[in-house]
T-cell receptor
Framework: GQNIDQPTEMTATEGAIVQINCTYQ??????LFWYQQHAGEAPTFLSY??LDGLEEKGRFSSFLSRSKGYSYLLLKELQMKDSASYLC??????????WGAGTKLIIKP | GAVVSQHPSWVICKSGTSVKIECRSL??????MFWYRQFPKQSLMLMAT?????????EQGVEKDKFLINHASLTLSTLTVTSAHPEDSSFYIC??????????????FGPGTRLTVT
């Protein structure tokens, strides 16, 4: 079966750095997405990785290792507004997104 | 760019009635639109994939006669919840794939519609 695993909840301090991990087992791979979702709102796109390595975009970076079926989202200089759920999703061989359950990130002052 | 709208943003209806939700891609063409449902504190659940000009493909366990999907144009897809029941109360989100997004197949999400059935 297809499976995406990510921690249910994480807590971090304002101004710090946090890494959210995602491991996956899917039938085929056509890229991995990270989305941010605030409570009661739709997801917003953060990053897309299809090749191994690190993609940096401002305070957010995303890493992918296809051989390990592993990705992480790195958030630097955390701000209170970063409190949200972070969803990992993998596009399988049918170009369909397989979603993780999301990681709720709590930022404390 | 790449904005997706949904209407209405929230709706309350009585049990047994039908509700139509619209999803529009405002500044791009979308051959494929996706309908998701999300219950509180849970992840997105894909309900169906909607392709312009053809019948929608429903996920296992989703009743196609209850959740009617119409994708009449490259910018509009509608989801109609027929004979709604309280258990249909949920957050319904659509997304659209941009024809011109190259290889990323990125999906752009609408703001969601919160349905409450009383």
């Amino acid at each position: 079966g297809q499976n995406i695993d990510q921690p249910t909840e994480m807590t971090a301090t304002e101004g710090a750095i946090v890494q959210i991990n995602c491991t996956y087992q899917t039938s085929g791979f056509n890229g991995l997405f990270w989305y941010q979702q605030h409570a009661g709102e739709a997801p917003t796109f953060l990053s897309y990785n299809v090749l191994d390595g690190l993609e940096e975009k401002g305070r957010f970076s995303s890493f992918l290792s296809r051989s390990k079926g592993y990705s992480y989202l790195l958030l630097k200089e955390l701000q209170m507004k970063d409190s949200a759920s972070y969803l990992c999703a993998v596009m399988d061989s049918n170009y369909q997104l397989i979603w993780g359950a999301g990681t709720k990130l709590i930022i404390k002052p | 760019g790449a904005v997706v709208s949904q209407h209405p943003s929230w709706v309350i209806c009585k049990s047994g009635t039908s509700v139509k939700i619209e999803c529009r891609s405002l500044d791009f063409q979308a051959t494929t639109m996706f309908w998701y449902r999300q219950f509180p504190k849970q992840s997105l659940m894909l309900m169906a994939t909607s392709n312009e000009g053809s019948k929608a493909t429903y996920e296992q366990g989703v009743e196609k006669d209850k959740f009617l999907i119409n994708h009449a144009s490259l910018t509009l897809s509608t989801l109609t919840v027929t004979s709604a029941h309280p258990e249909d109360s949920s957050f319904y989100i659509c997304s659209a794939r941009d024809l011109g997004s190259g290889d990323s197949y990125e999906q752009y999400f609408g703001p969601g519609t919160r349905l409450t059935v009383t």
